[in-house]
Structure formats: structure tokens, C-alpha cells
């Protein structure tokens, strides 16, 4: 046997160490960065092994252009069965009308063709409360005369009352659209208010509190569907990724067990201890606490930059992001709040008490003249007493 026909028989089975040990190596690495650092990035969250495994699945190998049914290739039989499975769950998980599944995550900033193609208009917060000031919001509402408007956030801590939303909406003619990426794990635990049953359309992605694939998908009425499906496939995107796919109907399946709202709970609960905690310790808090899985530290009455005050977190092994607070003067690379989430530390097994350390550290970590180094064993205590993907050993063969 030729050489070349060997090295080709052994790379069709061959696992990622022995093909590509560099990429194996840095994945190995990233494993134990997620073990041995606490991740408070509230956009982030541990996945499920059962979506690990369908996101590495076969499906990749198959180009599905089109939808269940109506596909541009032959041999889709199975992945259009895959693909109803996920709708229908997603319909079923948030009781939409219509789902499509195919869309992948995104931002509307201005440097994307959202922002590019459409005229935005933004809407901000009181000053005085810092929620949404929705008499505000109809006065620009009125005077702009929308003809799309949009609810949701990825750092507001309150409940987002897509009701509110829909009266606004209505009085102007405009459809209301709300992204419940961050908190769509609480909605299907029936722990926020779900925006399906006032918003014409709704998107989220699939890897925040889902803690699913990274990935996102859309629900709408159906008087709508027709022009969302349209516009996922052929309008944005192509071929669709079907071991993705495969990945959300695993999660949706997942939040709708009575273990996954259990696990929101604790979510929740926990980013009221944190949220308490830190206002013990002197920090101020946004809106004085949460309805979600996130907070925001406001540090403009403090020394810190929302960028200093993340490094210097994670010099005690704990993960967070800079974030501008509302009415920021300084710029988003440097801002002056720190973002933090519950689920990803959730997922490992954190409770209330565990927060309340993570919450100590915090304090002690930002204040005077901190023990760096004491503080970061108490944060890699935590993370051996919560172990992420115990007896989980890398990558390895397929093959038998």
C-alpha cells in the first residue's frame, strides 16, 4: 500500500490528537481555563454534553438548502426530520406560532448591515431609576412613527415588559420585535414574562440561559412566517448547519424538563445573593439589584474603570466584562460598569453560598490594598469544590 493511501486510510479515523495535536493542545487549554477560572460573563454559559455531542455529529456533513420538504439537494430525508423536530419543540417551548430555526446569532450595531440598511432611533433609560422610561419611549415613538420596535437588552436587569411594548407599538402602526437572547432560559422556566404573546417577532440565541449550541433562532406569528423564513434562507444565509440544528432541538428538549427550571431558579437566586453581597461590600449596583440572571457595578463613584475593574478580577480568577453603565461618559472600550451573570457558574453547581464568596471576593478584590493572591485561592477553591465536565479527558479516536 502507497504511503499516501495510508496516511488517507488513517486520517478516516484518526481523532484531532493525532492529526492536528497543536489545535488538540489549545483546546485541551481552553478546557482547563473553563475549569479553573469562575465565569461571571453573563452572555456565556456551559453547555450541555448531550449538545457537545450533536453539535459534533454527522448532520455537518450535509448541505440542506431550503426548509423540511423543500430542499435544493436530495438526501435530506433524515436532517428534514432533525430540522421539524427543532421547530416544533421551539414552538412548543415558548408557544409561538411559527419557528425558524435556521438563523444564526448576531448584533444590530451600527458597522452590521442592520445598522447600516435601517434608520435606528434609540431609546434609553430614566435617569433618576435607571429602567426603561416607556413615557419616553412613546413620545419618540410618536415622533418618529417606527415602522419596527424594538425591546430587550443584553445588560438591563429588569424585567423587559413586552406588554408595555405592544401598547406603544400599536398607537404608532409599528411591529414590535423583542430579543430575549439573555434571558429566554427564564422564559421558558416561566420566570420572566414571555414576549411571545405580545411581540409580532421574537429572536434569541440558543447558548445564554438556554445554555445551548452557539446559535440563535427566530418565532413570530404566522402571518409573518412566511417573510421571516424567507429572509433567514435565501435573503441572509445559506446552506443551513445541520448538527446546529440538531444541537437546539437537544436544548429545547432540555428546557423543557422540571430539571431545567429547577436550574433557572438557582440562577435567579443566585444573582440576588450576588446582587445583595455586593451592596454590602459598598459597591453600587444598578437599579439596586436584578430580575434576571445579570447585574451591572456601577463604578463612577469609585477609582475604577469598568476595564481596570475586569482585569483586576480576573487576576483573582474571576471572569466578568466591561460594560457602559447609562449615561457613560467615558467609551465602551474603557466604560465605566462591570457586567456580571449567574448561569454559567450555575451550571457547575454555584448556590446561594458559593455566591456569597464569589460576592466577597468581588468587594475585597476592588477595595484597599487586597491580597491578590489569597483571593485567588479562594476562587480556585470554589471551582475544585465545583468541578465543570468531571471525567471529561479531551479528544480522542472515533475508531474503535
Known sequence: MAVAEETFQHLRTAGLTDVDPEIAELLGRELERERNQIELIASENFTWPSVFEAVGSVPTNKYAEGYPGKRY?????????????????AKELFGAEHANVQAHAGHGLKVNFSGRLYTIVHYGVSRETNVVDYDEVLRLAKEH???????????????????????????????????????????????????????????????????????????CDEEHAQAVDRAVFPGIQGGPLMHTIAAKAACFKIASTEAFREYQ??????????????????????????????LQLDLRSTEWTGKEAEERLAEVKLTVNRNTVPFDERPPTVASGVRIGTPAATMRGFDEGDFREVGQVIVEALGASPDLVALAARSEALCTKRPLYPGFRGFTSYAA
Do not use: W
Open 73 to 89: 439537494y436530495g438526501g435530506c430525508e433524515v436532517v428534514d426530520e432533525i430540522e421539524q423536530l427543532a421547530i416544533d419543540r
Open 145 to 219: 412613527r417606527p415602522k419596527l420596535i424594538v425591546c430587550g437588552g443584553s445588560a438591563y436587569p429588569r424585567t423587559v415588559e413586552a406588554d408595555k411594548f405592544r401598547e406603544i407599538a400599536d398607537e404608532v402602526d409599528a411591529l414590535l420585535l423583542c430579543d430575549m437572547a439573555h434571558f429566554a432560559g427564564l422564559v421558558a422556566a416561566g420566570l420572566h414574562p414571555n414576549p411571545v404573546q405580545h411581540c409580532h417577532f421574537v429572536t434569541s440565541t440558543t447558548h445564554k440561559t438556554l445554555a445551548g449550541p452557539r446559535a440563535g433562532f427566530i418565532l
Open 265 to 294: 431558579g438557582q440562577v435567579r437566586k443566585n444573582a440576588d445573593v450576588l446582587a445583595e453581597n455586593l451592596q454590602e461590600g459598598g459597591l453600587d449596583v444598578l437599579t439596586g439589584g436584578t430580575d434576571t440572571h445579570l
